[in-house]
């Protein structure tokens, strides 16, 4: 009976991550200047983020030393929707948020030079 209630709760869970990823497109379908820099939130929604893996890539960026392989191996290691193009659009979400900023704009650069 307890499984049965878990896998309830978990479809109920994958229903509200869809119907926030489908209003989070929407909004951006209707304001589409504004979602060319989304905020943190609209981030952690649109990549399924949790707060661990925001807190975890958090520090990553704040204990950023210069290195962009190693930074993105480190953020591989914490989920693997680290990759590339998701890390420089999370970087730019912080920007907008105004969330360790200065780091990311320092990460960002790398990548320019890369």
Do not use: W
Not at 14 to 40: A, C, R, V, Y
């Amino acid at each position: 009976m307890e499984s049965n209630e878990y896998k309830q709760l978990m479809d109920e869970i994958e229903k509200l991550k869809f119907h926030n990823t489908n209003l989070l497109t929407l909004m951006g379908s209707l304001n589409d200047e504004k979602m060319q820099q989304p905020t943190i939130h609209e981030t952690i929604v649109m990549f399924d983020l949790s707060k661990n893996d925001l807190r975890a890539f958090t520090e990553r960026v704040q204990n950023y030393e210069g290195d962009i392989h190693i930074f993105e191996q480190k953020a591989l290691g914490i989920n693997p929707v680290f990759r590339r193009d998701n890390i420089i659009s999370i970087l730019k979400s912080f920007v907008t948020s105004e969330m360790v900023e200065k780091k990311s704009k320092e990460i960002l650069k790398s990548y320019e030079t890369d």
